[in-house]
Antibody, heavy 113, light 108 residues
Framework: EVQLVESGGDLVQPGGSLRLSCAASGFTFSNFWMTWVRQAPGKGLEWLVNIKTDGTVTYYVDSVRGRFAISRDNAKNSVYLHMSSLRVEDTAVYYC??????WGQGTLVTVSS | TVVTQEPSLTVSPGGTVTLTCASSAGTVTSDYNPSWFQQKPGQPPKSLIYYTTNRHSWTPARFSGSLLGGKGALTLSGAQPEDEAEYYCLLHYSGPWVFGGGTKLTVL
């Protein structure tokens, strides 16, 4: 069974940092591009960043470039999202997605003082 | 770059409806790899169509993807009550991808 399990979401103050994790199982993780997508409360989906199978290529949306960083560990079947300089508008459920195929359940990040 | 979808559509049970996905950059071609996702309230998105026309193994045959009039398109033929959901398209722009704003589909 394919599973993507996100973790690490929390309440954090503006300007703070957080690291999200996404653990994969049930498929050959190292063959899949991995993407982080977020959804603010009551809003649509926003594509954030993705990373190539071997971690050598990444693409970012302008709104998070320089503040967020994606990484992966194929030995641990995991992808990470390092978030810094967090803003109130980063409040959202963060999903990881494998290729254009599989989605996790999401983890909630709340940025508030 | 902005990706535009119809905010809402209504289809009768058993009916056919087409959702579209337009790009502010111009005509949507297969190079944009249009993909479609379904999201029901309180659930994560679910992948339906990738690379314009390809269904996943779990995608019902009543969903089909295409290019139509310079846009990406998702056609639902024989709508079922369980198809009521929000639908999002996703386009690839030579690096980053961009989601459309979503279409709320009502089956009524």
């Amino acid at each position: 069974e394919v599973q993507l399990v996100e973790s690490g979401g929390d309440l954090v103050q503006p300007g703070g940092s957080l690291r999200l994790s996404c653990a994969a199982s049930g498929f050959t993780f190292s063959n899949f591009w991995m993407t982080w997508v977020r959804q603010a409360p009551g809003k649509g989906l926003e594509w954030l960043v993705n990373i190539k199978t071997d971690g050598t290529v990444t693409y970012y949306v302008d709104s998070v470039r320089g503040r967020f960083a994606i990484s992966r560990d194929n030995a641990k079947n995991s992808v990470y999202l390092h978030m810094s300089s967090l803003r109130v508008e980063d409040t959202a459920v963060y999903y990881c997605m494998a290729n254009l195929d599989y989605w996790g359940q999401g983890t909630l990040v709340t940025v508030s003082s | 770059t902005v990706v535009t979808q119809e905010p809402s559509l209504t289809v009768s049970p058993g009916g056919t409806v087409t959702l579209t996905c337009a790009s502010s950059a111009g005509t949507v071609t297969s190079d944009y790899n249009p993909s479609w996702f379904q999201q029901k309230p309180g659930q994560p998105p679910k992948s339906l169509i990738y690379y314009t026309t390809n269904r996943h193994s779990w995608t019902p045959a009543r969903f089909s993807g295409s290019l139509l009039g310079g846009k990406g398109a998702l056609t639902l033929s024989g709508a079922q009550p369980e198809d009521e959901a929000e639908y999002y398209c996703l386009l690839h722009y030579s690096g980053p991808w961009v989601f459309g704003g979503g279409t709320k589909l009502t089956v009524l």
